[in-house]
């Protein structure tokens, strides 16, 4: 396992940032904190394939690949950089009719995933967890059993992390993949509920084949109780963003780590944007009873909007969805500096909670953050993630998703 020198240097710094200059620094090392090379254990799986297949599974016909958290080297992909506000006309800040929408759709609907069948057409991830968290996946019947996975009486799909007190290892956690890959397309995922609370790092995200050729985006990602979304993408040298002005990108999130998204030239950290507001990620999303991300990869990039509840657009709750409609999105990767069907390519869609690991574990001791004014160091009286975690269960009892329904759709 390699470490980034700036991990290295965060790891330096004393849990006390008091001065300007300090919190500063801190929010930059954040934004190049270590997070995974997905594709790291997609291999594994290719390898293991032989095995694989033989095992018996509850979810029918399945892909063999199947994308894994990241492993972290350095610091990038599930790292804290990114979010999706929402546009112009959708202001996540507010309620109110949303747009009606105008004309047809240009998207078909070619995955579901909602209600009772929530889990079909997902594959639970079994292995160890790349980015080292104390955590260990469990397969679907192991989930159900210890009632980390379910479908609850509103029809929404959950997935929770163990709450026993005490455990002298690792806590149980559910980590899924789509099992049908997608080439471009609209991806829309509705949430009333997030993990969050120290020691958590959940997110959601989509990533292709070998990684980091595949490309990898990241949707929904933060740590411990980090408040503003972060969004980045991790790709093969090539790919940049054209700018660190959000208003040159046409967003309202900010640009962290730098313009170019090479994982491999940025001790894995690609390029990432922060959202502006507190009620993107964590306890803020959930207070507000979530709302919906909206991911859009086509010829002219990658685009990311947010709409909290109350300000959803009609045109996505009627499931013809009108992105040109949607106004600012909170991030964008322009095709003009890096080509969306070269740098990504088959991508399925992934939710996973870890704990601690080479994100979470490694800002234990600092604040600064959106949400992390005190670290959890501080606010938890234990001096390593891993302790907390081993001894404290009820701490856990946010640490769950709760989706109303995930839907994937492909141009006409």
């Given amino acids: 396992m390699r470490f980034s020198p700036y991990l290295l240097f965060l790891l330096a710094f004393s849990p006390s940032y008091s001065s300007a200059s300090s919190l500063r620094t801190i929010t930059n090392l954040h934004s190049i904190a270590i997070k995974h090379s997905a594709g790291i254990a997609r291999d594994i799986r290719r390898a293991l394939s032989p095995l694989l297949i033989s095992q018996p599974t509850n979810q029918g016909q399945q892909k063999i690949y199947c994308v894994t958290k990241p492993l972290s080297p350095g610091g990038s992909s599930r790292n804290g950089t990114t979010g999706h506000p929402t546009s112009s006309k959708v202001n996540p800040t507010k309620t109110g009719a949303p747009p009606a929408p105008t004309g047809s759709s240009p998207w078909s609907l070619v995955q579901n995933h909602e209600g009772q069948g929530f889990f079909d057409g997902w594959e639970f991830w079994t292995f160890p967890d790349p980015t080292h968290g104390v955590v260990d996946y469990v397969s679907e019947d192991t989930g159900r059993a210890n009632g980390l996975v379910a479908v609850n009486a509103q029809g929404n799909a959950v997935m929770r992390v163990d709450t026993t007190q005490q455990v002298s290892g690792n806590r149980q956690s559910i980590r899924i993949t789509t099992t049908q890959s997608f080439m471009g397309g609209l991806v829309i995922m509705d949430a009333v509920h997030m993990p969050t609370g120290c020691a958590t790092w ?24 980090y408040t503003n979304n972060q969004l980045t993408i991790h790709t093969n040298p090539g790919c940049s963003l054209p700018s660190t002005n959000s208003a040159n990108l046409a967003i309202t999130g900010s640009v962290v780590g730098g313009t170019n998204c090479a994982a491999a030239q940025t001790g894995n950290q690609g390029c990432g944007v922060r959202a502006p507001n507190n009620n993107t990620f964590g306890v803020g999303f959930n207070r507000i009873g979530g709302g919906v991300y909206a991911t859009q990869w086509d010829k002219d990039g990658i685009t990311i909007w947010f709409f909290p509840r109350g300000s959803i657009p009609t045109d996505i709750s009627a499931g013809a969805p009108q992105s040109q409609n949607w106004g600012m999105p909170v991030a964008r990767w322009p095709a003009s500096t890096c080509d969306p069907f070269k740098f990504f390519v088959d991508h399925v869609a992934i939710f996973d909670t870890t704990l601690c690991g080479d994100w979470a574990g490694a800002v234990w001791s600092a ?19 891993e302790a907390f975690v081993r001894a404290r269960g009820d701490s856990f009892a946010e640490a769950y998703w709760e989706v109303r329904n995930v839907k994937i759709y492909k141009q006409k």
Avoid: K, L, M, Y
């Avoid at 292709?208 to 411990?224: A, F, R, T, Y």
């Fill in 202 to 225: 959940p997110a959601f995200w989509s990533n292709g084949p070998d990684w980091p050729v595949g490309g990898e985006i990241d949707i929904v990602e933060g740590v411990n109780n």
């Fill in 367 to 385: 604040s600064g953050i959106p949400g992390q004014e005190q670290s959890c160091a501080d606010r938890t009286g234990f001096s390593t993630c």
